[in-house]
């Protein structure tokens, strides 16, 4: 299992259920991961997505708690279990969990490469995942150079599970 995410420098991943911010390069680099591969994300960020609706290309595992939610061209899960028995039945498929606080710590322990785009500066956020800096089994095993879009600093970071 994968991870693809944003991170502020605190490790800060979500406001609102909504990401922190938008980098054309990031979302363009996530969209070519995944094609083809099983996403797994929260419901809210289907607002984000091309055309607000399931990624073409992949299969789609939507978790939500909301009863009344429809998303066509996915597979709903109402509970983390559900979301589980969901990938277990992709056991020989890439699965990417590519949004979602609950998500990335629910499955951190499977988790065994985070793709990172590491933003250097501290949003307001309400949802975050742990620390993989202070992680002693995961390893950087990428680290681009600093990237930049307009006065923000960030780069690309993958962390393997040793």
Not at 15 to 34: F, H, Q, Y
Not at 42 to 61: M, R
């Amino acid at each position: 299992m994968k991870a693809i995410l944003i991170a502020d420098e605190k490790w800060g991943v979500s406001n609102k259920g909504k990401s922190l911010i938008s980098i054309p390069a990031e979302r363009k680099t996530m969209l070519d991961t995944v094609k083809g591969h099983v996403v797994v994300y929260d419901y809210k960020y289907v607002d984000e997505l091309p055309g607000q609706q399931a990624l073409t290309g992949s299969d789609n595992i939507v978790f939500t708690d909301n009863a009344e939610v429809n998303v066509k061209n996915a597979l709903v899960c109402k509970t983390l279990e559900e979301v589980e028995k969901a990938i277990e039945s992709f056991s020989d498929r890439e699965v990417y969990i590519i949004h979602g606080a609950k998500l990335y710590n629910h499955f951190f322990d499977r988790i065994n490469t985070f793709h990172v785009t590491k933003v250097e500066y501290s949003y307001h956020t309400d949802e975050s995942i742990r620390n993989l800096d202070e992680e002693e089994n995961l390893t950087i095993t990428h680290d681009s150079d600093e990237l930049y879009l307009h006065d923000m600093v960030y780069s690309f970071l993958q962390y393997e599970r040793m």
